[in-house]
């Protein structure tokens, strides 16, 4: 019987969003789920593993990732690792009976995606994607009034995620820059964010009826020392091709009618970490920006030729407001630390009630890779793609 204790692996800038959820969690599961520590921290750098560690109260680092999974007393893992190594650090958890939430993207490609899919399907560990978007309060009282009939039927969803991390043409290489290791550049690294929401807020997608790719920074030069993240740092002077995109637009049209738009860059200079909503349905329309995470905007018709927006701010009866947010008044701001540890509080919830982790599953993950995949065949071939 194996223990409970939790381990990060990759201790990049994402394994300190996994670490602080689990901190902050961990008085509310440790009695719940017997076991339940903040085990170890594990990555090649064996310095940033120390730090992420000593900052969030680890008791243990490692360098490698299987000995950590052969643990006895691990018995919860994150992959926070690279887009290359995602399928692969999760199926070797699932083997060896572990409860594991991997980083999106799940995998670089639906055909990799699928016997992972297969495997968490029918393996009893609790396994999931993350999809921490689908936790926005606002986001997920979207989905409710379209659930509820409030909307109507969809008819349109546009749904972008901007980013400008990669703007900088300065910014060194790194596997991010790589299709063989990264997969899709902006499509696969914020895209995924942006499909999930898609298929979360309108179900599935039945066609890809075109897509435009294109890479605005076409080199970087190498760095001269190590560096995490988008960090910048110290320039070689070798330079390497960029070959995964930097933007990406795509026409979808979803299995009920509704149509789609779907927007992904990594180099929307000012935009930082955007993802945006606008949905329109034969009722009402419904919009989100996540640069105001704590309310939307809401037009319902009403038959007098105006229908005018009204602004909703979170309110104690928001989805996870009053459970997880530390003064959960009305109007108070929830941030993405918040929101993160509102889908790791979920997925240890399930553990400790042995459930499935359905909202964000693998089963999620390998159906948005589908999507991405026939976003990038329409990019190529000019051609409508079926799903």
Same mark, same amino acid.
């Given at each position: 019987?194996?223990?409970?204790?939790?381990?990060?692996?990759?201790?990049?800038?994402?394994?300190?969003?996994?670490?602080?959820?689990?901190? %902050?969690?961990?008085?509310?599961?440790?009695?719940?789920?017997?076991?339940?520590?903040?085990?170890?921290?594990?990555?090649?750098?064996?310095?940033?593993?120390?730090?992420?560690?000593?900052?969030?109260?680890? $008791?243990?680092?490692?360098?490698? +990732?299987?000995? !950590?999974?052969?643990?006895?007393?691990?018995?919860? !893992?994150?992959?926070?690792?690279?887009?290359?190594?995602?399928?692969?650090?999760?199926?070797?958890?699932?083997?060896?009976?572990?409860?594991?939430?991997?980083?999106?993207?799940?995998?670089?490609?639906?055909?990799? $995606? =699928?016997?992972? $899919?297969? *495997?968490?399907? $029918?393996?009893?560990?609790?396994?999931?994607?993350?999809?921490?978007?689908?936790?926005?309060?606002?986001?997920?009282?979207?989905?409710?009034?379209?659930?509820?009939?409030?909307?109507? @039927?969809?008819? =349109?969803?546009?749904?972008?995620?901007?980013? @400008?991390?990669?703007?900088?043409?300065?910014?060194?290489?790194? +596997?991010?820059?790589? &299709?063989?290791?990264?997969?899709?550049?902006?499509?696969?690294?914020?895209?995924?964010?942006?499909?999930?929401?898609?298929?979360? *807020?309108?179900?599935?997608?039945?066609?890809?009826?075109?897509?435009?790719?294109?890479?605005?920074?076409?080199?970087?030069?190498?760095?001269?020392?190590? %560096?995490?993240?988008?960090?910048?740092?110290?320039?070689?002077?070798?330079?390497?091709?960029?070959?995964?995109?930097?933007?990406?637009?795509?026409?979808?049209?979803?299995?009920?009618?509704?149509?789609?738009?779907?927007?992904?860059?990594?180099?929307?200079?000012?935009?930082?970490?955007?993802?945006?909503?606008?949905?329109?349905? %034969?009722?009402?329309?419904?919009?989100?920006?996540?640069?105001?995470?704590?309310?939307?905007?809401?037009?319902? &018709? @009403?038959?007098?030729?105006?229908?005018?927006? =009204?602004?909703?701010?979170?309110?104690?009866?928001?989805?996870?407001?009053?459970?997880?947010?530390?003064?959960?008044?009305?109007? !108070?701001?929830?941030?993405?630390?918040?929101?993160?540890?509102?889908?790791?509080?979920? &997925? *240890?919830?399930?553990?400790?009630?042995?459930?499935?982790?359905?909202?964000?599953?693998?089963?999620?993950?390998?159906?948005?890779?589908?999507?991405?995949?026939?976003?990038?065949?329409?990019?190529?071939?000019?051609?409508?793609?079926? *799903?």
């Amino acid at each position: 019987m194996r223990k409970r204790g939790i381990a990060i692996i990759g201790a990049g800038m994402i394994g300190a969003a996994h670490a602080n959820g689990y901190r %902050t969690l961990l008085p509310r599961f440790e009695k719940l789920i017997p076991g339940c520590c903040l085990h170890t921290v594990c990555d090649a750098n064996a310095a940033a593993a120390q730090k992420l560690a000593d900052n969030y109260g680890f $008791a243990h680092v490692a360098d490698d +990732w299987r000995a !950590v999974l052969d643990n006895p007393e691990v018995g919860i !893992v994150s992959i926070c690792l690279p887009n290359f190594l995602h399928v692969e650090a999760t199926t070797e958890a699932l083997k060896r009976g572990l409860h594991v939430l991997c980083e999106k993207p799940l995998a670089l490609s639906a055909a990799q $995606a =699928q016997p992972l $899919a297969e *495997l968490a399907a $029918a393996s009893s560990s609790i396994s999931g994607t993350v999809f921490n978007y689908r936790r926005i309060p606002a986001l997920a009282e979207i989905k409710n009034r379209l659930a509820a009939g409030d909307l109507g @039927d969809p008819v =349109q969803l546009m749904v972008g995620f901007q980013c @400008d991390y990669a703007a900088d043409p300065h910014l060194p290489h790194s +596997w991010r820059y790589e &299709f063989e290791r990264a997969g899709p550049g902006a499509l696969l690294d914020v895209g995924t964010h942006a499909a999930d929401m898609a298929r979360y *807020l309108c179900g599935e997608v039945a066609e890809v009826r075109g897509a435009i790719s294109t890479i605005s920074i076409k080199s970087r030069f190498l760095p001269a020392e190590a %560096t995490v993240g988008h960090a910048r740092g110290m320039l070689s002077d070798e330079a390497r091709p960029v070959d995964n995109d930097d933007v990406m637009s795509a026409l979808l049209r979803f299995n009920s009618g509704c149509q789609g738009f779907l927007t992904a860059s990594r180099v929307a200079i000012g935009m930082g970490n955007a993802l945006t909503v606008r949905l329109f349905g %034969t009722k009402g329309t419904a919009l989100f920006d996540l640069l105001k995470p704590s309310s939307y905007e809401i037009a319902l &018709f @009403d038959g007098s030729g105006r229908s005018p927006f =009204q602004s909703l701010y979170n309110v104690p009866a928001s989805p996870g407001v009053a459970a997880h947010v530390a003064v959960p008044h009305d109007t !108070v701001s929830v941030g993405y630390g918040e929101v993160f540890s509102m889908m790791m509080a979920e &997925f *240890l919830g399930c553990i400790a009630a042995d459930r499935p982790f359905s909202n964000g599953s693998i089963a999620d993950g390998y159906e948005v890779a589908r999507i991405l995949d026939a976003i990038q065949l329409a990019a190529m071939d000019g051609k409508a793609v079926k *799903l």
